[in-house]
């Protein structure tokens, strides 16, 4: 029998009723001005209610829509809220619902990392995590026919996560998400000179991003350590915060879409 994960936060963060969803993320993706970039190989996005970080995660994935036909598998990472774990958890499932539908669980690339010592299986990691629940409504949106690898990042180094990054690299058909959002919690202005300094290191390419800067600083890290391996070029698509979507301007939350492009390797598309 299939050990499918329910949704756990729709009516929280995101519409549950399929129709609505489906129109507020095709509004956020209408509404996005992203860059002209091609190759792109990674994002980093916010994963906040979708009132607050819906239309700048909606940045990164407007980007990707003219190459969203050759991705078939999304590498999904991010930081765990409910439950502490060592290292990178897997779900222990096959496949992951939302109110859009169904989305499978690239079984075949769990058992390729689940023997490193970093990787852990537990249902009750995955079991109330928003962090990468929030981004499947915004796949599901772009891309048709993929699956997905969720991956919650606890106590681990950002070596560790670059490894696992590694082994689950492969083609153009692969996607690598990152869900993190950055500051929390600070006065408006000073949450802006913050996100401003952590996201230019993340421009850089700098780690160790530290866990007060973005809570999602461990699967981030590691993948500005891939990113320099690999020789992927970040974008920074748009920063902005909870203050300047639906929220006071006392005490924000800041958010930031990133795309890494990479070099052009026999793909004409």
């Known amino acids: 029998m299939s050990a499918i994960r329910p949704p756990a936060v729709a009516g929280l963060f995101y519409p549950s009723n399929k ?14 001005r992203p860059l002209p970039l091609t190759h792109i190989k990674a994002l980093i996005v916010p994963h906040a209610g ?5 239309p700048i995660a909606a940045t990164a994935y407007a980007a990707l829509i003219p190459q969203a036909a050759r991705i078939r598998r999304v590498i999904l990472l991010g930081p765990t809220h409910r439950v502490a774990v060592r290292g990178l958890a897997l779900p222990g499932a096959d496949a992951f619902d939302t109110p859009l539908g169904r989305v499978m669980i690239d079984t075949a690339a769990a058992q390729s990392i689940v023997r490193l010592p970093q ?3 537990s249902a009750p ?30 106590m681990a180094s950002p070596e560790e996560v670059a490894a696992v990054l590694e ?14 959002d950055l500051s929390h919690y600070l006065p408006y202005e000073t949450c802006r000179r913050v996100d401003h300094e952590t996201t230019q290191a993340m421009l850089n390419l700098q780690q160790p991003i530290a866990h007060d800067r973005a809570c999602g600083g461990t699967p981030v890290s590691g993948l500005m350590i891939a990113a320099r391996h690999h020789r992927l070029m970040p974008h ?7 203050g300047d979507t639906a929220g006071t301007r006392d005490a924000v939350v800041g958010y930031a879409s990133f795309v890494f492009t990479e070099e052009k390797q026999g793909d004409s598309q």
């Open 125 to 154: 990691v995955h079991a109330l995590e928003h962090a990468l629940e929030v981004q499947l409504p915004f796949l599901q949106s772009i891309l048709t026919d993929f699956t997905v690898l969720p991956l919650a990042v606890g």
């Open 50 to 54: 979708y009132i607050y970080s819906g």
């Open 167 to 180: 082994i689950l690299w492969g083609d153009q058909k692969t996607l690598i998400v990152v869900s993190s």
């Open 236 to 242: 920074l698509l748009d920063l902005r915060n909870s």
């Open 119 to 121: 990787v852990c299986v």
């Open 19 to 32: 129709e609505q969803l489906a129109d507020t993320v095709h509004e956020f993706l209408s509404a996005a």
